[in-house]
């Protein structure tokens, strides 16, 4: 009997010591989900939340991707993003989608000639022989440089603002609370959230910068994922063949917010 008891004795603190590692204790503790983590998840919510906003903002670089919903309709961004500038695609579904490009104060929009028609009279000389059509064609897969005073400048430039527009998504509402332990893309995280979900919720890394690696908008208004934080990639004015003069007041489609 006593050997019966011996071996059993070794069989289970056999288990308990290969269960070391992943429990607390072998009688029946749990796993420590901050365990080798950068600490964030152990603060409250605000102060994640203050956390990733401030890593957003102190990186040279990020890639944001994913949907925005305005009015029903669903967007789909697809920005790399810097200090002195940005670059990339809004798109939704049955319509044209445009390209944006921001070199320093220099902002530049391209689209098919499909989008330029779209926006009425959104094209130079419409009076021109062929009309809108023929005048819009003129602007296809070309890069028109939107003008400062223009009323679509601010609007547009807001895509390629990395600051204004990660501020306007990070940005939570209602009482904060601290959520779930997750992983975005293999990365573990933590989840904060405002009125429960309601007012949206960010997923913050846990290994090493906290930076923000996934957004749900409040309300259903979408959700992106942010990645290659601090990786940089080249800006530059399109050459002066690939640019056209759009000679006069943009008016364009209808395009989602940028908050």
Not at 214 to 242: C, S, Y
Request: charged letters at 20%; glycine letters at 16%; proline letters at 5%.
């Amino acid at each position: 009997m006593r050997t019966r008891n011996a071996r059993h004795a070794a069989v289970v603190g056999a288990l308990c010591a290969g269960l070391s590692a992943a429990l607390t204790a072998c009688g029946g503790g749990s796993e420590d989900p901050d365990a080798g983590t950068n600490g964030v998840g152990k603060l409250t919510a605000p102060a994640i939340q203050d956390k990733a906003r401030a890593a957003a903002r102190g990186a040279d670089a990020v890639h944001l991707s994913g949907s925005v919903v305005s009015q029903g309709r669903t967007y789909r961004l697809d920005m790399r993003l810097k200090k002195d500038g940005g670059t990339g695609r809004v798109s939704s579904a049955g319509a044209d989608s445009f390209e944006l490009l921001r070199v320093g104060d220099d902002l530049f929009l391209k689209a098919p000639a499909g989008f330029w028609a779209k926006g009425a009279s959104a094209a130079p000389s419409p009076t021109a022989k062929g009309g809108a059509a023929a005048a819009a064609g003129k602007l296809d897969d070309k890069y028109v440089k939107v003008p400062a005073d223009d009323p679509s400048y601010q609007q547009l430039k807001g895509f390629t603002d990395k600051n204004v527009l990660l501020d306007g998504l990070l940005g939570l509402h209602g009482t904060l609370t601290r959520g779930e332990h997750g992983s975005v893309g293999g990365v573990r995280t933590i989840r904060v959230s405002g009125a429960k979900g309601g007012g949206g919720t960010v997923d913050v890394s846990l290994v090493g910068t906290p930076y923000p690696l996934r957004v749900q908008r409040a309300g259903g208004g979408g959700q992106l994922e942010l990645d290659d934080w601090g990786k940089d990639f080249a800006l530059a004015v399109p050459a002066k063949a690939q640019t056209v003069d759009y000679g006069k007041q943009l008016q364009l489609p209808r395009t989602p917010p940028t908050g």
